[in-house]
């Protein structure tokens, strides 16, 4: 089950903008946003750009999810994925997920 979700705003200068939400919570995920920000926002890329990334750091995050594994403390421990996770995520993403 996907328990992330991407909110879209527009912020008071009538820019558009997009974070990831925990859907549990309602809390923005700190890590999927600042890397939005940081390297899709700040290289002037579009706002479809944007939405297109979380959508698939949504995905990734459903699947270490189902798979009871947190993606953040792997990356913090140096523990990166392996070429079968790769696959396996791949396989993931032909699942269709709705919006």
Known sequence: MNNYSVKTFIKSDGERYCLLINRDSGLPLYYPNLF?????????????????????????????????????QRFKENNYLKIEELDAIRDYCQIKFTK
């Open 36 to 72: 939005i920000t940081t390297q899709v926002r700040n290289r002037s890329l579009s706002y479809a750009a944007m939405e297109s990334n979380l959508g698939g750091i949504s995905v990734l995050l459903s699947y270490m999810d189902e798979k009871g594994q947190n993606i953040e």
